[in-house]
Nanobody
Framework: VQLQASGGGLVQPGGSLRLACAASGRTRTVYGLGWFRQAPGKERVFVAAISGSGDTYYADSVKGRFTISRDNAKSTVYLQMNSLKLEDTAVYYC????????????????WGQGTLVTVSS
């Protein structure tokens, strides 16, 4: 399975951005899709995930501001990010898992290349 993330960029605080992650290859082996992020000098952490049946999961830090969705016909997962804050600045990675432990980074076996989101005035 290959994952290709896109949509990162520079945005002002309070702004919005939508990330996309297109999956290709043996996508039927991937049940859940998630987003993680890694800020400079910090560990990669869970942001959001969506199961094959559409159940969604969010980190407390983004709940109410970010929305994850998926288009199964396009094998694509999206992350709509609203009300962005300075602390949302990070490289965002999409990932795929065949596990139901969506918040656990070690359960993800497929990773995209990452896309940089910079929130700055």
């Amino acid at each position: 399975v290959q994952l290709q993330a896109s949509g990162g960029g520079l945005v002002q605080p309070g702004g919005s951005l939508r990330l996309a992650c297109a999956a290709s290859g043996r996508t039927r082996t991937v049940y859940g899709l998630g987003w993680f992020r890694q800020a400079p000098g910090k560990e990669r952490v869970f942001v959001a995930a969506i199961s094959g049946s559409g159940d969604t999961y969010y980190a407390d830090s983004v709940k109410g501001r970010f929305t994850i969705s998926r288009d199964n016909a396009k094998s694509t997962v999206y992350l709509q990010m609203n009300s962005l804050k300075l602390e949302d600045t990070a490289v965002y990675y999409c990932a795929g898992t065949s596990s139901s432990r969506y918040r656990e980074i070690h359960e993800y076996g497929y990773w995209g290349q990452g896309t940089l989101v910079t929130v700055s005035s």
